[in-house]
């Protein structure tokens, strides 16, 4: 429950081994929950930076050390858990596998398990029946996140299944539901990422890139009120995201021409 311990467990794994080697480089750095191309994330917010001496550090001001044989120990317990994921999904696969490894090197004896995925969320997520586990959130912009991280979704079959619990996130978590000022939002969302980040209930590892290649001859087709059409080039969302409106999209004959082009 010692937030140096979490912050140990993150400064432990390599995360940009992570993204040259298991993502070929297609991912970036994230340190909290809010969309990284909104306003909401705070830019300000470093990494938890690669450091396993440090990681130790922390660890032993908690009262852990290692023994004649390398394994954290404190009171005469091992430092030992139990890491799980879903199966069919080889990325996840390889973070597990680099993640034992990263914390193995400090001492710390994890167990793996890959489970099939109605398992994984039946017995595991929703109960919260699990030590630790490495899964993914896709989401959208807005920065409404009570149902992740209010301490009143801890429930089983809620979405805040690592239990975490925090008066003033919760004040914030509020806060940014009920303010409609968009520079005040901004400002409570900071505040809640420095919050989350400091805890770390979640050691953040990336958010993967869209890499979109486009036929500059598909656009959109959009009719208008009065009944003409209007083609548009297809732009990315905020997210950069291209996969949508395809129900609107057509291939012209030759590319088309638009405007400052």
């Known amino acids: ?155 089983p079959q809620q979405l805040n299944f690592v239990g975490f619990k925090n008066n003033e996130a919760d004040d914030l978590i509020v806060k940014i539901r009920q303010e409609y000022d968009h520079d005040k939002q901004v400002e409570y969302c900071h505040r809640l990422h420095r919050i989350i980040a400091d805890e770390q209930p979640y050691t953040f590892l990336y958010v993967t890139r869209w890499t979109a290649v486009l036929d500059k001859k598909i656009v959109i087709k959009e009719v208008l009120p009065t009944g003409e059409e209007e083609i548009k080039k297809i732009t990315p969302t905020r997210t950069g995201n291209y996969s949508f409106y395809f129900n609107k999209w057509i291939k012209l004959a030759e590319n088309p021409v638009f405007g400052m082009e």
């Open 1 to 155: 429950k010692d937030k140096r311990v979490r912050q140990a467990l993150g400064m432990a794994i390599d995360t940009d081994k992570i993204i040259h080697y298991v993502m070929y480089d297609q991912a970036e750095r994230i340190t909290g929950p809010f969309v990284k191309q909104t306003d909401y994330y705070d830019r300000g917010i470093q990494p938890m930076p690669y450091d396993p001496e440090g990681a130790l550090e922390l660890l032993r001001e908690v009262g852990w050390v290692r023994n004649s044989e390398g394994w954290l120990e404190k009171d005469g317990k091992r430092f030992a858990f139990t890491l799980i994921t879903n199966g069919g999904n080889d990325i996840r696969k390889s973070i597990l596998t680099i993640a034992q490894d990263s914390w193995k090197k400090i001492g710390i004896d994890v167990k793996t398990d890959i489970v099939e995925w109605s398992v994984f969320i039946g017995r595991h997520v929703n109960t919260g029946n699990f030590d630790a586990l490495i899964l993914g959130w896709s989401m959208g912009i807005d920065p409404d996140l009570y149902q992740i991280w209010h301490s009143s979704q801890t429930n």
